[in-house]
């Protein structure tokens, strides 16, 4: 798909296309579609990334609530979003097995009690030994650090997810401009 494609959609086949590049967040390609037209895939991330860096605290805590646990219930009941069964399986998370999966189950259940949101990281960056060991990483991190990794993983997410929509040059794997973990 080319961007003169995307800058003639109307409002309501732009958020069916778009809506799920942040998870289950379809206001935000809502409030994109009065930004168009783009120039480019790079010109269409920045304006759903401005949203997310100018929401306050709480709305930036609401994205990162609207993320599935990774190889939890909603991947247990099926219920997951396609985009979200796709990264959760190229990761290996489907194929776990029970000591595994319980022991991911336990870091996010610890992860959430401490910070108040789930546990959010670019599965297709990462892969079954990685997510447990990056997991128990990040519970040691502080508050306000760890809320701003967990929505630049948001943002390697969507960003993941545009390129596959635009059939775009291949992603960039270590994106610039903050978007690495603050807590070593
Ligand atoms: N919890 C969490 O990170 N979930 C997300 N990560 C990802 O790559 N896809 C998701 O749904």
């Not at 805590?61 to 979003?81: F, S, V």
């Not at 194929?95 to 949101?117: C, P, T, W």
Request: some cysteine.
């Amino acid at each position: 798909m080319d961007m003169e494609r995307v800058n003639s959609m109307g409002f309501g086949e732009f958020v069916d296309v778009f809506g799920n590049i942040i998870e289950k967040c379809p206001l935000v390609a809502a409030a994109v579609w009065s930004q168009r037209p783009f120039s480019n895939l790079e010109d269409l991330e920045s304006h759903f990334f401005a949203f997310i860096d100018a929401l306050p605290r709480s709305g930036q805590e609401g994205i990162l609530r609207c993320h599935p646990d990774l190889a939890g219930r909603d991947l247990q009941q099926g219920t997951l979003t396609a985009e979200s069964q796709r990264e959760q399986s190229q990761a290996g998370l489907t194929s776990l097995d029970a000591d595994d999966r319980l022991r991911l189950q336990r870091l996010n259940a610890q992860y959430r009690e401490r910070f108040g949101f789930p546990f959010v990281l670019a599965a297709r960056l990462s892969d079954r030994d990685a997510v447990p060991r990056e997991l128990a990483r990040r519970l040691h991190c502080q508050p306000e650090s760890e809320l701003r990794t967990a929505l630049g993983e948001v943002k390697k997410i969507g960003h993941l997810r545009l390129v596959d929509l635009l059939g775009a040059h291949p992603a960039r794997v270590e994106p610039p401009r903050g978007w690495r973990s603050e807590c070593q």
